[in-house]
């Protein structure tokens, strides 16, 4: 299976590359900063192959494209996981131009994928994108961070969307919407590792268009938040985060 990832220097988009190696794949990754590892892949089953791509260059990202075509690396699954999540809301004022290159790297960069790549998905009716967003984009809890949770819900509605408008056909398009994410598992959240889990059961077994919100007791959560006063949830929950 050919699966290209976004996002791979670190964290999640690091974790999967690895665990899709060791199950014997190719995988193709980028990330905006050089990945200084990348010779620890040698020894794995699979073959990795990676380009030093900013997902806001987009002539940058057709230059990545078209050298993947040239290779015969058409995906069979595109995993959208690279994402910014820096402050842009500084003492009760909006950073315009912050807000702007963080919608641009959340959406926009994944939206170039999906639209580079959706036609040859479609021309064999077969493939599976999924995008890595958050939890905020059921409500946004995340403090002075305005562009993180418009961008990821942006992005939800993007893939419901298309999953909609393609459910006849064999091309899928399925959001994990995950909590906090971190090495050793943050406090309402879920590992790297435990994360990958469920997104390798999707990308091997899954056969339908969905939402996945996870972990669940995060989710009801949330959903429970949502019903609280605007000023309760500003002073006691968004401050501590």
Known sequence: MKIFITGVSSGLGNEMVKRFLIDGHEVWGISRRKKEDINSYSSMRGDFLYSVCDIQDENRMADVANEMIKNNFIPDVI?????????DFFSDSLSVSKFKEIFNINFGG???????????????????????????AKYPLTKNKIAYSTSKAALNMLFESLGLQLSLSKVRFTIFNFG??????????????????????????????????????????????????????????????
């Open 180 to 241: 906090r994410l971190g090495e050793k598992g943050p406090f309402l959240g879920v590992t790297y590792k435990e994360a990958v889990k469920k997104i390798l059961k999707y990308v091997y077994y899954a056969e339908n268009s969905r939402t996945i919100n996870y972990p669940l007791f995060d989710y009801l959560l949330f959903k429970f938040i949502r019903f609280l006063p605007a000023k309760l949830v500003k002073k006691y929950i968004i401050k501590s985060n």
């Open 79 to 87: 995993i959208l996981n690279a994402a910014s999540q820096e402050n």
């Open 110 to 136: 994944s939206f170039f994928w999906v639209g580079f790549f959706l036609p040859f998905f479609q021309k064999r009716n077969k493939g599976k994108f999924i995008a890595i967003s958050s939890l905020s």
